[in-house]
């Protein structure tokens, strides 16, 4: 395959770039995505490019400096350092271990030359060295460009997979936990149980997947991403409402779940101006053109009492969601309670409201949880509490589930923050 001379020319502008920078006695790293072809800007360079956080190279990190070329997007890294062995080590070491590393060129560069590696690396495809089946062009662009493809979204079906399922997880298996189900409890549910919320995790995990590849593959904007992601979203429920026979299990978290989603795809395959945030509230913006287009009971609570439930979460940037993630510090069953109990007092939760039947009991049982002094006897007190009165807190659960996955994807992506 003939390099096309727009790729050639942006090649040696980067080189420019990175000469004029190493000149300042600077060192340098450079990163962009090995994507075969003439087309080096495609979803593909992007997805692979912010696949990780660049605290995971371990290197002191000065300035970032992003450019898009017709030789597909890079970065260019200000490192302090003086031991260039060591970080050429680590750019080696992470190309290594990292899943798409094999697609990332971490090149190192000072004043005089480029740092390179000492072993060259071997072809996806056979045991020849890499450069030479380049030169002798033995794999065809096609077929180079299928693999990274199929490797890199394998990579993002399972951190999907693993993040969704294990957000879910921890908030199902909290315990004791204020009349929501758990492993242990139905709670204030007489029509769910554990056994019903596992199937019902199972059933949606694939459909945000979908979410995600419809946004990943398309140039369309927001407003019509957000049609596609609709209808996947609606089969969503679909599928649960059949797994459980017509149990609510997972509605409004399919709803947040899919804005987030939506927002993260979008964020990390193309060149975005906007911020995940940004991106949030104009999905939120569009998905709802107003406040007064909340229905059944959300309807009744936003007119009679002005709350606004999950809705409102999304319309204001999930800022709920932000202030939780000081009291989520890890994953451990104290962080997940407390940053439960934040929401509880916190929120405006439609489940609440429902089951509490009059406002002055919401307001009485969320000062109830302000007032909680946060202890095991007080927590399961509490709970026995709320599963007498029939309490629960769906709202808060699902905020909770969404806090546990951003902070996940918040320590492998740097463009992920609330």
């Known amino acids: 395959m003939t390099i096309s001379n727009n790729i050639l020319e942006a090649r040696e502008k980067r080189a420019k770039l990175i000469n004029s920078l190493a000149e300042q006695n600077k060192v340098i790293v450079s990163l962009k995505a090995n994507i075969p072809g003439n087309n080096k800007s495609s979803y593909l360079a992007y997805l692979i490019i912010n696949s990780f956080s660049f605290n995971q190279l371990e290197l002191e990190i000065i300035k970032k400096h992003f450019f898009e070329s017709e030789d597909g997007p890079f970065y260019l890294l200000e490192i302090n350092s003086i031991d260039l062995h060591e970080i050429k080590a680590k750019l080696i070491a992470f190309e290594n271990k990292w899943p798409l590393g094999r697609f990332i060129d971490l090149d190192l560069h000072t004043q005089t030359k480029q740092i390179s590696r000492q072993r060259k690396r071997k072809c996806f495809f056979c045991d020849d060295l890499a ?146 945030l940004e991106v949030i509230k104009q999905l939120a913006k569009d998905f709802f053109k107003s406040k007064a287009d909340l229905n059944t009971f959300g309807q009744y609570a936003y007119n009679k009492y002005n709350i606004s439930g999950a809705i409102g979460e999304a319309l204001e940037g999930y800022t709920h969601v932000s202030k939780a993630l000081e009291y989520l510090i890890d994953f451990s069953d104290s962080s997940l309670i407390q940053t439960l109990i934040f929401f509880i007092s916190e929120i405006e939760d439609t489940t609440l409201l429902k089951r509490a039947k009059t406002y002055d009991y919401y307001l009485e049982v969320k000062n109830k949880f302000r007032d909680l002094e946060i202890n095991k006897n007080s927590i399961e007190n509490l709970t026995q509490y709320c599963i007498k009165h029939n309490l629960s807190f769906g709202g808060s659960a699902d905020l909770l589930i969404v806090t546990i996955f951003i902070k996940k994807i918040m320590v492998i992506c740097d463009k992920i923050n609330l």
């Open 131 to 276: 450069i030479n089946c380049i030169k002798n062009n033995k794999h065809s662009v096609k077929e180079v460009f299928d693999y990274i493809e199929s490797k890199t979204l394998d990579y993002y079906q399972g951190l999907l997979f693993n993040y969704i399922g294990e957000s879910i997880s921890l908030e199902l298996n909290l315990n004791p936990k204020f009349g929501l189900v758990t492993k242990y409890s139905q709670g204030s549910h007489k029509d769910m149980d554990y056994k019903l919320m596992i199937e019902a995790k199972k059933t949606i995990l694939p459909y945000f997947y979908d979410m995600f590849l419809a946004v990943v593959r398309t140039k369309k904007n927001l407003k019509d991403i957000l049609i596609i992601v609709k209808k996947i979203g609606i089969e969503a429920e679909k599928a649960m409402y059949k797994t459980t026979n017509g149990v609510n299990a997972y509605k409004g978290l399919i709803f947040h779940l899919g804005l987030i989603v939506t927002a993260y795809s979008f964020i990390i395959s193309r060149n975005e101006d906007k911020t995940f």
